[in-house]
């Protein structure tokens, strides 16, 4: 390594040879390696038919035949590949070779192995020859020939070699069986296109006779019909991953805008990868840029930090790894060199041994909800409550499961993208979800955001915009929630999926599955400030207790500040969601740590899930809305005869309602009412811990509602009139309503 002008002038003592060799062949050594084993691999491969001759190349490959037999020629051929690879690990490859494709060609050469000393006959003093297999191939074959014989011997290798070729190829088997089923369908809409059935005489005679056709001089267009309403049709172009598994009721795919390109261009990288060693070997910094990842928002630089020359006392020179803290702190000065209104360092990326730099595109990418429903990642949840959050900076699609969260926390600023995130995943979810699957809860206090979906088949009710109302909701949440645990005990079952499972084997018609119910509160500050103890109580109680019986909060607010995001509430939420924020300490209260102040905003975000150490920065889905219009509309035409669900906390809010109006503890003396066959005032005010004007206020309350016998003289005890078994606030309501 170079040394820096002040270490020049402080040392005087000249390098030695060995010295100078090591300090320049240490940062190639990972590609010094590679070439040598490629050369060797190449003298091996050609030494093999006898092009090359030499004392310790006729006893090396003599082995290599007699241990894998043609076997050889391959895998001397993928190590000249291999070390050509590491050789050239510091150029950027247009290709990508991952793990499992290197374990498909090992399996491929093993099975090989074995099928050919199989399939050729050869014995044990031919594999010592070096034909067929060789004695790798005898290996593996003859013990499983000897103990299954050579039909099921033969199959179970040709097998291992069929997936190891999938492996190479990327296929699994599901997109095989996919793909077979798209060639049945499309051979059976073939079928139906070239023989229709056959009418019979009844729907002959019903058709009318055919319309005279017009005169060939006619100028003026002849009308066209009107169209129909639109109904989505599935068809094979454009299928998701799974269409087997998806209901033809569902909404298709072709509902959704298809995604387009993203990444900066290879001069613009270049520049910038220029930039950036130059900028920090200005300041003393020897580093390097190893990788290169491009996202929809940025592109990270994934930088690998040199060595440093220092001098000991005694003269001789020391090698220093540079600290990463000394690349994070020229935050400031990477972003002006790159003139770029926010960078973002991650020192380490977590699992990869390089400081991440997050440099913005020129221009944003928009991420659409089709390709990452389409892609592999979200096919591998393989659950109702999946949701695409977007792309992370490789470009990787980037899905979640709501049920695994169990609750998500969502802050950032106005502007930053909360909103959209909102409308996003709604129209994710029922998107692959019937209303019998999924119900939906929304709470709007801003009053404009999530009313587009008033009259969905999956909504409860409908938007609920009053604060009020949504503490009612909560409460109804919480009461629901204690329901299917009591229903959940009466069937020994420990979840909802272990329930709906018992349920779908029960012959009684009145036992029906349970429905995941998705809870989404736009602003949480407003709910805070007017009923901060009713909310927090009833949230915390919801997060910790409602995973098991289906039900799943997704809470945004534009205010992360500890008075509405309290430590409870952060206890419960472990995965969060944060967008652009204002400052550091607001991505301390929402993340735990800082970074959130650094994205860019129109989606950019960061997210921390409960099972990862680190946030990862996302760029989120945006869905418009044409998109959420057809969505809404399809479902609209599957079920023409749909009734809107009635609000379920009407008749809650209405008591909460009137005990405000009478006395909190009046629903309290009820119970205590319904308990005992005589009470008093004198009862009510031990048993409710209250003074005596007020106890008697709540007796005459309970007298006016029936509950209890006429006023006796002296302050005697009244007799009850109701039983445990009744409920008066539900029968005054309904003799209200």
């Known amino acids: 390594m170079a040394r820096s002008r002040s270490q020049r002038k402080d040392d005087k003592s000249p390098l030695t040879w060995d010295e100078w060799v090591i300090n320049a062949l240490l940062p190639w050594r990972k590609e010094i390696g590679g070439v040598i084993l490629f050369m060797l691999a190449v003298i091996t491969l050609l030494a093999l038919p006898g092009f090359t001759e030499a004392g310790w190349l006729g006893w090396w490959t003599s082995l290599l035949r007699q241990l894998f037999g043609w076997g050889a020629y391959p895998l001397c051929l993928s190590a000249a590949l291999g070390g050509l690879h590491i050789a050239l690990s510091k150029v950027e490859r247009p290709y990508h070779i991952t793990v499992s494709q290197v374990i498909g060609f090992e399996l491929i050469l093993l099975t090989s192995l074995p099928l050919s000393h199989q399939f050729t006959g050869s014995s044990l003093p031919d594999a010592y020859l070096g034909r067929g297999g060789g004695l790798v191939g005898w290996a593996l074959s003859s013990p499983l020939l000897d103990f299954f014989g050579p039909l099921l011997t033969g199959l179970f290798y040709l097998s291992l070699l069929v997936y190891g070729i999938g492996l190479i190829a990327q296929i699994g088997w599901r997109d095989v069986l996919d793909s077979l089923r798209q060639t049945s369908d499309v051979l059976a809409e073939i079928a139906a296109t070239v023989a229709p059935p056959p009418r019979t005489l009844e729907e002959e005679s019903l058709e009318p006779p055919p319309a005279p056709s017009p005169p060939a001089n006619l100028a003026t267009p002849l009308p066209r019909p009107p169209a129909a309403p639109y109904v989505s049709q599935p068809t094979v172009a454009g299928s998701i991953a799974s269409p087997s598994r998806r209901s033809r009721r569902l909404p298709h795919i072709s509902l959704l805008e298809p995604g387009g390109s993203f990444g900066l261009p290879e001069t613009e990288i270049e520049r910038k990868k220029q930039i950036i060693e130059q900028t920090l070997q200005d300041f003393g910094i020897p580093a390097s840029v190893t990788e290169i990842r491009r996202g929809p928002t940025v592109t990270q630089f994934g930088v690998e930090p040199g060595y440093l020359e220092r001098t000991d006392p005694e003269g001789e020179i020391q090698l220093k790894k540079i600290r990463i803290g000394q690349i994070a702190a020229l935050q400031k000065d990477l972003a002006l060199a790159l003139a770029v209104t926010r960078l973002r360092i991650q020192a380490p ?43 992370d900076v490789t470009g990787t699609a980037v899905a979640v499961d709501l049920a695994r969260l169990p609750h998500l926390l969502i802050a950032g600023t106005t502007g930053s993208g909360k909103s959209v995130c909102l409308n996003a995943m709604v129209a994710n979810l029922v998107f692959n979800n019937s209303p019998d699957e999924l119900h939906l809860i929304m709470i709007d206090p801003k009053k404009v955001e999530l009313i587009r979906f ?42 909802i999926l272990s329930y709906n499972r018992r349920a779908a084997q029960h012959d009684s018609p009145e036992v029906k599955p349970l429905p995941y119910i998705v809870v989404l509160i736009d602003e949480l500050a407003d709910l805070m400030h007017t009923y901060p103890g009713d909310v927090e109580r009833t949230l915390c109680r919801l997060a910790q207790m409602a995973r098991a019986t289906g039900i799943h909060l997704v809470v945004a607010t534009q205010r992360p500040s500890t008075d509405v995001i309290t430590g409870l509430i952060k206890a419960n939420f472990p995965a969060r969601l944060s967008f652009s924020v204002a400052s550091s300490t607001d991505s301390r209260v929402i993340l735990d740590s800082v970074g959130a102040e650094q994205l860019l905003g129109k989606g950019d975000m960061l997210f921390l899930s409960p099972e990862a150490s680190a946030p990862v920065r996302v760029q989120g889905v945006f869905v418009d809305d044409d998109e959420v219009n057809r969505i809404v509309t399809h479902w609209h035409n599957a079920l023409p005869n749909f009734e809107p669900m009635a609000a379920p906390w009407e008749s809650l809010i209405a008591k909460y309602a009137l005990l405000d109006e009478t006395d909190p503890l009046l629903e309290t003396a009820i119970e205590i009412a319904k308990k005992q066959d005589n009470i008093s005032t004198s009862l009510l005010q031990r048993r409710l811990r209250v003074g005596f004007p007020r106890a008697a206020r709540i007796m005459e309350y309970l007298h006016e509602m029936g509950l209890v016998e006429d006023p006796e003289t002296g302050g005697k005890t009244r007799r009850t009139l109701v039983d445990e078994e009744d409920d008066p606030l539900d029968e005054i309501l309904f003799d209200d309503d």
Not at 361 to 383: A, C, H, K, T, W
């Open 454 to 495: 008033n009259g969905l088949p999956h909504l409860i009710g409908g938007v609920e915009v009053e604060a009020d109302r949504a503490v009612g909701v909560l409460r109804w949440l919480t009461a629901e929630m204690d329901r299917r645990y009591e229903t959940f005990a009466q069937f020994n079952a420990r979840n």
């Open 349 to 391: 990326i977590p699992g990869r041994g390089v400081v991440g730099i997050e440099v913005p595109n020129d221009d944003i990418s928009m991420v659409r909800l089709r390709p990452i429903i389409e892609s592999m990642e979200f096919g591998r949840l393989q659950s109702p409550l999946a949701v695409g959050l977007g792309r």
